[in-house]
């Protein structure tokens, strides 16, 4: 009787949130995002260096980062818009906090939104034009200090000079 009661509770549990099993087991349609690049985020507290994988099509702007269960502090994930406009984001799936920065076409941050919650369909909503979302480990934009206004130096914004300090 325990075993089927044990089965039964196992199969309720996932069957009510049915992509926790998968979340646990892996991606089933992973995304190869292509190679990392480079980005840094310019604020009065210094220059931060991320690594980042860029989401530039729709497919990858979809998938982000559902499935992934960690995410170390120096990387994040660029979504690069081909049009600006008003941006939302949502955690379905992504079973990590993230902070979801929304970036300006001029690389200016706009806002943040602290450690999303995983697993909410409760959008994120940049509430004003943006061109790109940057997503980091949830709680490292509060732990470096960056703030809306910092600037987002990488080539999608004409800016990576200003993490070396060089012109263009």
């Known amino acids: 009787m325990k075993k089927i009661l044990l089965t039964f509770c196992v199969f309720v549990s996932t069957s009510l949130v049915p992509n926790m099993a998968l979340a646990q087991s892996g991606d089933p349609n992973p995304i190869d995002f292509g190679p990392k690049e480079p980005l840094s985020i310019v604020s009065e507290t210094g220059t931060h260096v991320f690594s980042v994988e860029i989401a530039d099509s729709r497919e990858e702007q979809i998938h982000g980062y559902m499935f992934k269960e960690s995410l170390p502090a120096d990387e994040g994930m660029l979504f690069e818009f081909e049009n600006p406009g008003i941006q939302t984001i949502w955690m379905k799936n992504t079973p990590i906090p993230l902070d979801v920065i929304f970036v300006r076409s001029n690389g200016k941050i706009l806002k943040i939104e602290h ?51 060089k012109k263009n």
């Open 115 to 165: 450690s999303h919650k995983p697993y909410t369909l409760r959008s994120a909503s940049s509430e004003g034009v943006v061109a790109a979302v940057l997503e980091i480990a949830g709680g490292r934009s509060k732990e470096l200090g960056i703030i809306p206004g910092d600037v987002v130096a990488h080539a999608f914004f004409d800016t990576a000079s200003l993490a070396t300090g």
